[in-house]
């Protein structure tokens, strides 16, 4: 689950980062876009600007001559020659400035046409980097559901297994009898059945058991598949005929065993590991056969 948590963080970080991948190549796209709207308006102008200056020129000539030197030489006195020339030489100036201009205006915009395509081609390749590594991210997770909801499916078989078994526990084994029969150090008369036994204690001290009683290694306590919670019983240990009392408080043992007895009712008995143990229901609350926890 701790693994499932952090791919899907991971995954919202990289949506996060495709989002803001995919918003810079829009922008760069903008820009490529008003890069060649500009160069298109500025070489639109060029052309504009020197079919103006042509047409100056030609009506500066004042006169029928068809060239530049007849229009100087067409001058009245040597004052006007300069003025004429004086106006050629500006016309000639207007143009190669304005033209010399434009062009630098012209290389400034394909500059940044090239800059806008750049940063176009880097935006994309951010913008396929963030999605290929979305996927990646989708395809982990995808991988560790697949694999949450097969462990899902295996504890559910276990737990369907183990509601068997103890169904087959307290079918074979039976409930204990009503309040009142003997509850003496094995001398009643109440039910008796035979299996394994095991002890538990270290890093459950004070957890709360199925019953919600806090678990205490150090009581006479029990675990018990399917007997009710206040059961007492007579826990007799057939390697060595020791024997203990105990009060049913918990669930247990899991997929193996019919009592899971408390470190303390352990020690008294000898028992270690597993262990086949005598077992004489000595009192109960009177739940009917068949109690499931």
Same mark, same amino acid.
């Given at each position: 689950?701790?693994?499932?948590?952090?791919?899907?963080? %991971?995954?919202?970080?990289?949506?996060?980062?495709?989002?803001? &991948?995919?918003?810079?190549?829009?922008?760069?796209?903008?820009?490529?876009?008003? *890069?060649?709207?500009?160069?298109?308006?500025?070489?639109?102008?060029?052309?504009?600007?020197?079919?103006?200056?042509?047409?100056?020129?030609?009506? *500066?000539?004042?006169?029928?001559?068809?060239? &530049?030197?007849?229009?100087? @030489? @067409?001058?009245?006195?040597? &004052?006007?020659?300069?003025?004429?020339?004086?106006?050629?030489?500006?016309?000639?100036?207007? %143009?190669?400035?304005?033209?010399?201009?434009?062009?630098?205006?012209?290389?400034?915009?394909?500059?940044?046409?090239?800059?806008?395509?750049?940063?176009?081609?880097?935006? %994309?390749?951010?913008?396929?980097?963030?999605?290929?590594?979305?996927?990646?991210?989708?395809?982990?997770?995808?991988?560790?559901?697949?694999?949450?909801?097969?462990?899902?499916?295996?504890?559910?078989?276990?737990?369907?297994?183990?509601?068997?078994?103890?169904?087959?526990?307290? *079918?074979?084994? $039976?409930?204990?009898?009503?309040?009142?029969?003997?509850?003496?150090?094995?001398?009643?008369?109440?039910?008796?059945?035979?299996?394994?036994?095991?002890?538990?204690?270290? $890093?459950?001290?004070?957890?709360?058991?199925?019953?919600?009683?806090?678990?205490?290694?150090?009581?006479?306590?029990? &675990?018990?598949?399917?007997?009710?919670?206040?059961?007492?019983?007579? /826990?007799?240990?057939?390697?060595?005929?020791?024997?203990?009392?105990?009060?049913?408080?918990?669930? #247990?043992?899991?997929?193996?065993? /019919?009592?899971?007895? *408390?470190?303390?009712?352990?020690?008294?008995?000898?028992?270690? #590991?597993?262990?086949?143990?005598?077992?004489?229901?000595?009192?109960?609350? $009177?739940?009917?056969?068949?109690?499931?926890?």
């Amino acid at each position: 689950m701790a693994q499932l948590d952090l791919l899907q963080t %991971e995954r919202s970080a990289a949506v996060e980062r495709q989002q803001a &991948a995919e918003h810079r190549l829009g922008v760069a796209r903008a820009a490529l876009a008003a *890069s060649r709207l500009q160069i298109a308006a500025a070489e639109s102008s060029l052309v504009k600007a020197q079919a103006a200056l042509g047409e100056t020129l030609i009506s *500066s000539y004042k006169g029928q001559s068809d060239d &530049a030197v007849a229009y100087v @030489l @067409l001058a009245g006195s040597f &004052a006007e020659l300069l003025d004429r020339v004086d106006v050629l030489q500006r016309a000639a100036d207007g %143009e190669r400035d304005l033209t010399q201009q434009i062009s630098a205006t012209t290389v400034r915009l394909e500059q940044e046409r090239a800059a806008a395509a750049r940063a176009t081609a880097a935006a %994309e390749k951010a913008a396929a980097e963030a999605g290929a590594a979305r996927a990646d991210l989708d395809r982990a997770i995808a991988g560790q559901a697949e694999i949450l909801n097969g462990l899902n499916a295996r504890i559910v078989d276990l737990l369907n297994k183990e509601r068997e078994r103890r169904d087959t526990l307290a *079918s074979s084994n $039976g409930s204990p009898p009503p309040s009142g029969g003997d509850s003496g150090g094995g001398g009643g008369s109440g039910r008796v059945f035979y299996g394994e036994c095991t002890w538990y204690g270290p $890093g459950f001290e004070g957890d709360p058991t199925a019953s919600g009683e806090i678990f205490d290694p150090n009581k006479l306590t029990a &675990a018990s598949p399917w007997l009710p919670f206040g059961t007492r019983l007579h /826990v007799t240990n057939l390697a060595n005929g020791l024997s203990v009392d105990v009060r049913v408080n918990d669930r #247990g043992p899991f997929g193996r065993g /019919v009592l899971d007895l *408390s470190a303390r009712a352990a020690q008294i008995v000898h028992l270690s #590991g597993w262990q086949q143990v005598r077992i004489q229901i000595l009192s109960g609350p $009177g739940v009917a056969r068949g109690v499931r926890p």
